[in-house]
């Protein structure tokens, strides 16, 4: 049914309709309303059979799901940033154990300096810890991924995180279609482990592994992603021929195919490029943009076949690898080696920053004209960051960076200073 | 696509207010999107949030930079924070004051809207008198209906009950309708 709710009660819902056993969940900031509304529902008995698991931590919340996971329980969890950093060496056990856990990432900046807004260097941040990471586009996909992602997950036995852009989606009201329970028990089938811990018929599950199969135990979690590739495809279209609409798959191009530039992003962000992309596209400009779904496993081959043709490539990404550029971008590449044509880097949206309209058709266009660095900052404050380099130079004890820059911005505000700024004031 | 911004202080209702004006828009068929401005919520300190209506699927994810219409919640973020940003010539103005446009000291920037776009109502006022609490956010949307005609009057009470259960419900939305009334008398 047509509803008009927020972005995690649309989640917690759709979530709840899986019919999760066991839902663990540090309820404590950086959270979204999603755990929370799941824990209304376990409470209202809307959501029955299902253990809902307060704990003391993210590493606890999803240690709890590891070990309900290994026992049978379908699990699920919800995190974001230092919260996901937090349990990073459980998300690693998961992915190593080959449970099929579901967990949403409400995606939003690392820290430091101290940042609660959406950007994706907390996802980026665990993308190689071997479970697949799908990025929902918008509040519906959000829902309607976490329905795949149990589907995908089981049927793989590997965890899947769904990246929701936070406070972007999870604090959005738009439309959302909740479906049935009956719909969904229809595409989703109870859970059949693969590996069982259980009493009746003991075995260990955890093994230690030396160097002669610790390389094959890997080989076969990558062959498992490779797997995916064929599987996320598959499930995306029964998922549109059980619900009537797109959701998730491997990517989406848009508008691409005369395109000379085209634009990669993951995420809602998209829904802004594609309005950049029609507008530039009335003033003649050839351009298209991909959505990328999943970016663990990578689309390489999917992804090749529908850039190659292209001038040039524009990633517009969210999230900074310091010392190399953007992450989409060296992805990117890797679908594109042994093209010739240049894959841009457009860092956009840290700590919340808004990736307008304009900037991006700015971009675009200097793309467009060869005047695009391969690595651009959008929208970046060079006067700030000019003194600051200068304020660094000049003296040796120029004090913290960030409170440099805050005091920069708002001269109003009042900062503790270093002894030797306050000396020269 | 018809945007709103609207301004206020935290603990004032001021997301809740474009939630249920994207509630009421959607109840009147229209795609709608409804955010707030992302931040440390804190009582007192200022906040906006947006909502979008079309009559299409909304894709855009920026903040409203060229509203449509300025709903300002709290008057003494007229002078501190540049609420007027972006406004469109021809939009429209809500404040929630009991003075008028000139007691304000705004009359340059109601002057450059066209005639009838710009209401004052003493929404807190109202508020309190209907529901005992200082929370003009759904009066506001009462008078911001009749100021714009922008969704029927009957969406927005039927938003407020939808979010508002009971008595609660009943005093809001009776507040809305004062409101409501009294833009439509200027």
């Known amino acids: 049914m047509l509803r008009q709710i927020e972005g995690s009660q649309g989640i917690a819902e759709a979530v709840a309709l899986c019919r999760p056993q066991v839902v663990c969940a540090y309820p404590i900031t950086p959270q979204t309303h999603i755990v929370e509304g799941v824990g209304a529902l376990?409470?209202?008995?809307?959501?029955?059979?299902?253990?809902?698991?307060?704990?003391?931590?993210?590493?606890?919340?999803?240690?709890?799901?590891?070990?309900?996971?290994?026992?049978?329980?379908?699990?699920?969890?919800?995190?974001?940033?230092?919260?996901?950093?937090?349990?990073?060496?459980?998300?690693?056990?998961?992915?190593?154990?080959?449970?099929?856990?579901?967990?949403?990432?409400?995606?939003?900046?690392?820290?430091?300096?101290?940042?609660?807004?959406?950007?994706?260097?907390?996802?980026?941040?665990?993308?190689?810890?071997?479970?697949?990471?799908?990025?929902?586009?918008?509040?519906?996909?959000?829902?309607?991924?976490?329905?795949?992602?149990?589907?995908?997950?089981?049927?793989?036995?590997?965890?899947?995180?769904?990246?929701?852009?936070?406070?972007?989606?999870?604090?959005?009201?738009?439309?959302?279609?909740?479906?049935?329970?009956?719909?969904?028990?229809?595409?989703?089938?109870?859970?059949?482990?693969?590996?069982?811990?259980?009493?009746?018929?003991?075995?260990?599950?955890?093994?230690?592994?030396?160097?002669?199969?610790?390389?094959?135990?890997?080989?076969?979690?990558?062959?498992?992603?490779?797997?995916?590739?064929?599987?996320?495809?598959?499930?995306?279209?029964?998922?549109?021929?059980?619900?009537?609409?797109?959701?998730?798959?491997?990517?989406?191009?848009?508008?691409?195919?005369?395109?000379?530039?085209?634009?990669?992003?993951?995420?809602?962000?998209?829904?802004?490029?594609?309005?950049?992309?029609?507008?530039?596209?009335?003033?003649?400009?050839?351009?298209?943009?991909?959505?990328?779904?999943?970016?663990?496993?990578?689309?390489l081959a999917e992804l090749h076949d529908v850039l190659a043709g292209a001038k040039r490539i524009i990633c517009v990404e969210k999230a900074l690898a310091p010392g190399l550029g953007g992450i989409l971008a060296s992805n990117v590449r890797m679908a594109l080696r042994g093209e010739a044509q240049p894959v841009l880097t457009v860092i956009a949206g840290l700590g919340g920053r808004p990736i307008t309209r304009a900037s991006l058709a700015d971009v675009f266009r200097r793309a467009e004209r060869e005047a695009l660095d391969d690595v651009t900052f959008l929208d970046l404050n060079r006067e700030v960051v000019g003194a600051q380099i200068a304020r660094a130079a000049g003296t040796r004890g120029s004090g913290p960076i960030a409170e440099n820059l805050l005091r920069a911005l708002n001269p109003g505000l009042v900062h503790r200073v270093p002894p030797n700024e306050d000396a020269k004031q | 696509m018809f945007e709103i911004r609207l301004h206020g202080r935290g603990g004032q209702g001021v997301v809740t207010a474009a939630e249920l004006l994207s509630v009421a828009a959607f109840d009147e068929g229209k795609h709608a999107q409804a955010f707030p401005s992302f931040g440390s919520e804190r009582m007192g300190a200022p906040v906006a949030s947006y909502c979008r209506m079309a009559d299409t699927e909304i894709r855009l994810r920026e903040p409203i930079m060229d509203p449509d219409a300025l709903i300002i919640q709290d008057p003494t973020l007229l002078h501190s924070v540049d609420v007027f940003s972006g406004l469109k010539p021809g939009g429209f103005l809500l404040i929630n004051s009991t003075r008028d446009i000139a007691g304000l000291g705004i009359d340059e920037v109601a002057g450059g809207l066209p005639p009838g776009h710009v209401a004052c109502v003493g929404a807190t006022e109202i508020a309190l008198r209907h529901t005992g609490r200082p929370m003009p956010n759904a009066a506001l949307l009462g008078g911001f209906v009749a100021l714009t005609r922008a969704l029927a009057i009957d969406a927005v009470l039927d938003a407020i009950h939808e979010k508002f259960a009971g008595p609660v419900g009943d005093a809001n939305a009776a507040a809305a309708r004062e409101a409501y009334d009294a833009v439509r008398a200027n």
């Open chain 1, 42 to 299: 376990v409470k209202s008995g809307d959501l029955e059979n299902c253990e809902f698991i307060n704990v003391e931590s993210e590493f606890a919340a999803l240690s709890v799901a590891i070990g309900a996971s290994a026992v049978g329980a379908r699990s699920y969890t919800a995190t974001a940033s230092q919260g996901l950093l937090f349990m990073a060496e459980a998300v690693y056990n998961a992915a190593g154990l080959g449970l099929p856990i579901v967990m949403t990432v409400g995606n939003r900046a690392i820290g430091a300096p101290i940042n609660i807004w959406n950007d994706h260097s907390d996802s980026m941040a665990l993308k190689d810890a071997g479970w697949i990471q799908l990025y929902a586009e918008t509040n519906q996909e959000a829902a309607d991924l976490h329905i795949q992602a149990f589907r995908l997950a089981e049927e793989l036995s590997c965890p899947v995180m769904v990246c929701v852009d936070g406070f972007i989606l999870t604090h959005a009201y738009e439309r959302l279609d909740i479906p049935t329970q009956a719909e969904v028990d229809a595409y989703l089938p109870p859970f059949d482990p693969v590996q069982q811990l259980d009493t009746d018929n003991p075995y260990s599950i955890g093994a230690m592994v030396g160097p002669e199969a610790f390389t094959e135990v890997r080989y076969l979690a990558h062959q498992k992603q490779i797997d995916a590739l064929e599987v996320i495809p598959r499930i995306a279209a029964e998922f549109e021929a059980s619900f009537g609409r797109v959701a998730g798959g491997l990517l989406r191009p848009y508008r691409c195919e005369d395109a000379e530039t085209i634009v990669v992003a993951l995420g809602s962000v998209n829904g802004t490029i594609k309005d950049v992309v029609d507008a530039e596209r009335a003033e003649g400009a050839r351009i298209g943009s991909v959505t990328i779904g999943a970016f663990r496993p990578f689309p």
